[in-house]
């Protein structure tokens, strides 16, 4: 333990190193891991949503990368905020999943807990996200402003809509072809379109097309269960 670390994030680290390896016995599968899942979504979706609603993910995305000047869309409502925030969280989870957790990218010495590395992955997720979302919804129009950030949308939810939303996107999520998913890791990375459609022997218009239908899918399935 390093002299300036509290004693209380040490013992935080040596929990998750145990879990890791636990996990890692257990091929990343079974009903423990699956709550890990959804308490890690949920968290990652809250962080999301919160900065969202102050612009501190804003911020959060350009200390990560110098290059990243996002704004706030113009007409941004409480719908769009979900649909942003749950793509996100996806592509964050299949970049952790295959980075962090099955190559070991993940390592206590590294000084941040699970969960902290996952919301980085989310932080590094939202510009590509936020981007389509604008290219898909000609919401060409940003303010560089963040007065009046909260009286333009209402993006609180609360623990049990983040920990049902989590659930329900873990789901979806293993729905999709494993094409799909690299479609969402090679995102949240950085890579352009038309990069992930020479990976896949595809065109850009094709990649595109399977984004859209794999974020209506994840959609259509929240509003499946909201009308249960």
Same mark, same amino acid.
């Given at each position: 333990? /390093?002299?300036?670390?509290? @004693?209380?994030?040490?013992?935080?680290l040596?929990?998750?190193?145990k879990?890791?390896?636990?996990?890692h016995?257990?091929?990343?599968s079974?009903? +423990?891991?699956?709550?890990?899942? $959804?308490?890690?979504?949920?968290?990652?979706?809250?962080?999301?949503?919160?900065?969202?609603?102050?612009?501190?993910?804003?911020?959060?995305?350009? +200390?990560?990368?110098? /290059?990243?000047?996002?704004?706030?869309?113009?007409?941004?409502?409480?719908?769009?905020?979900?649909?942003?925030?749950? @793509?996100?969280?996806?592509?964050?989870?299949?970049?952790?999943? $295959?980075?962090?957790?099955?190559?070991?990218?993940? *390592?206590?010495?590294?000084?941040?807990s699970?969960?902290?590395?996952?919301?980085?992955?989310?932080?590094?997720?939202?510009?590509?996200?936020?981007?389509?979302?604008?290219?898909?919804?000609h919401?060409? *129009?940003?303010?560089? #402003?963040?007065?009046?950030?909260?009286?333009?949308? $209402?993006?609180?939810?609360?623990?049990? !809509?983040? @920990?049902?939303?989590? $659930? !329900?996107?873990?789901?979806?999520?293993?729905?999709?072809?494993?094409?799909?998913? *690299?479609?969402?890791?090679?995102?949240?990375?950085?890579?352009? #379109?038309?990069?992930?459609?020479?990976?896949q022997? #595809?065109?850009?218009?094709?990649?595109?097309?399977?984004?859209?239908?794999?974020?209506?899918?994840?959609?259509?399935?929240?509003?499946?269960?909201?009308? !249960?």
């Open positions: 333990m /390093s002299a300036d670390q509290p @004693a209380g994030e040490h013992e935080h040596i929990g998750d190193a879990l890791f390896h636990e996990f016995a257990d091929n990343f079974g009903a +423990r891991y699956n709550r890990f899942l $959804d308490g890690l979504m949920a968290a990652g979706a809250g962080y999301i949503a919160a900065g969202l609603k102050s612009g501190a993910v804003f911020a959060a995305c350009r +200390r990560r990368n110098a /290059s990243i000047r996002l704004s706030f869309p113009v007409g941004w409502n409480h719908s769009d905020c979900r649909e942003v925030m749950l @793509a996100t969280v996806a592509a964050a989870l299949i970049r952790f999943y $295959d980075e962090a957790m099955v190559e070991g990218g993940w *390592q206590p010495a590294g000084g941040a699970l969960t902290t590395h996952f919301i980085n992955y989310c932080i590094d997720a939202l510009p590509n996200e936020l981007r389509r979302w604008s290219k898909f919804t919401a060409a *129009q940003f303010t560089d #402003t963040l007065d009046g950030l909260e009286d333009r949308v $209402d993006t609180g939810f609360g623990p049990a !809509e983040l @920990a049902a939303m989590a $659930d !329900e996107l873990r789901c979806a999520m293993l729905e999709l072809s494993r094409d799909d998913q *690299q479609i969402f890791e090679l995102r949240s990375a950085g890579y352009l #379109t038309d990069e992930i459609a020479a990976i022997n #595809t065109t850009s218009r094709a990649i595109e097309g399977r984004i859209y239908r794999a974020r209506k899918r994840l959609e259509g399935k929240r509003r499946g269960a909201e009308d !249960e």
